[in-house]
């Protein structure tokens, strides 16, 4: 019964997130109070009911089913133990551990593929690999869509997005501008919110950078909504913080300074040095600010709360 009422919860989550009500999910392939009973684990539910489900969310069978899996799987872990290793550029943690990874003994493809991205990546970022290698490598790895897009492509795409910088129209980051403003494109699992937030901020930067401001604003926003529904709390800051420097040169200065505040509030309350000092630097130097004036701003943002 539990498993029941994890694949209706998790098609609950989707119908949630792309917008449809209990009713419009439901027409014609079941009564309101049977959906019910599959969230409570009362009912069973046949397969070909959750394809039903599943095209009607314009998601694959095949990618809900291996979402629904992956919470629970070894292999998806070890993976994710590597990418987490990757992002904070473990690479001595990468190297001893890919000797025991049989790649041949990866079932999943869609594990198969993040895989490989972890392990193109790390090849790049040790230079065993150049970046023309790593960008046609990772261009392999993207699979033809049919409407939605994974974790995986997400990530494949940003990589290749910082690969295109200098290239004038770069495809990458206008795929990824389109899912991130809309992301009924986009289908994860709960444990990918925190990276889905972190390359939010990844696309405006690229955005900022490429002087497409009224972008890269709207990526924030979007953003920023997408932090607070997850209760997401890592990244939250940079996303504020890219807001105010396109407000600011865009001379929206007042809404610069008030998304500021809230990039130094946030800054000071994590008790961490180095980020803290980070911002100040940037702060003073991207904002033409003192020392002073920053914990001034600072404080009067704790006067208004308060």
């Known amino acids: ?106 079932s999943s493809e869609k594990n198969h593929i993040l895989f490989n991205f972890i392990l193109y990546s790390y090849q790049y970022e040790t230079k065993i690999i150049t970046k023309t290698e790593y960008y046609s490598m990772l261009s392999d790895l993207l699979p033809v869509h049919n409407g939605f897009y994974t974790f995986n492509d997400i990530l494949i795409l940003d990589k290749l997005a910082w690969l295109e910088i200098g290239i004038k129209e770069s495809k990458s980051l206008k795929d990824l501008q389109a899912i991130l403003l809309d992301t009924k494109k986009l289908y994860t699992i709960s444990d990918n919110h925190i990276t889905i937030a972190t390359i939010f901020a990844s696309v405006s930067n690229l955005l900022t950078k490429s002087k497409e401001s009224s972008y890269a604003m709207k990526i924030c926003e979007t953003g920023i909504n997408y932090c607070k529904k997850y209760s997401i709390t890592e990244n939250i800051h940079h996303l504020y913080y890219l807001l105010a420097y396109n407000q600011f040169r865009d001379n929206k200065k007042e809404n610069a300074m008030e998304n500021l505040s809230i990039v130094i509030s946030i800054v000071f309350s994590m008790q961490d040095k180095k980020e803290f000092m980070y911002f100040i630097s940037l702060i003073t130097k991207e904002f033409n600010m003192t020392k002073t004036m920053v914990y001034q701003m ?7 709360y308060l």
């Open 1 to 106: 019964m539990k498993i029941i009422q994890n694949i209706a919860t998790d098609i609950d989550t989707l119908r949630i997130n792309k917008g449809l009500t209990v009713s419009e999910l439901c027409f014609e392939i079941c009564d309101e109070s049977a959906y019910r009973k599959y969230k409570t684990g009362k009912r069973n539910i046949s397969i070909d009911k959750i394809n039903l489900f599943c095209n009607r969310l314009g998601i694959g069978l095949d990618e809900f089913l291996y979402n629904l899996v992956t919470k629970n799987s070894f292999e998806y872990e070890r993976i994710q133990n590597l990418y987490y290793a990757l992002q904070d550029k473990d690479f001595v943690y990468i190297k001893k551990s890919l000797p025991h990874i049989n790649v041949k003994e990866i």
């Open 298 to 304: 600072h404080q009067l943002s704790l006067e208004n």
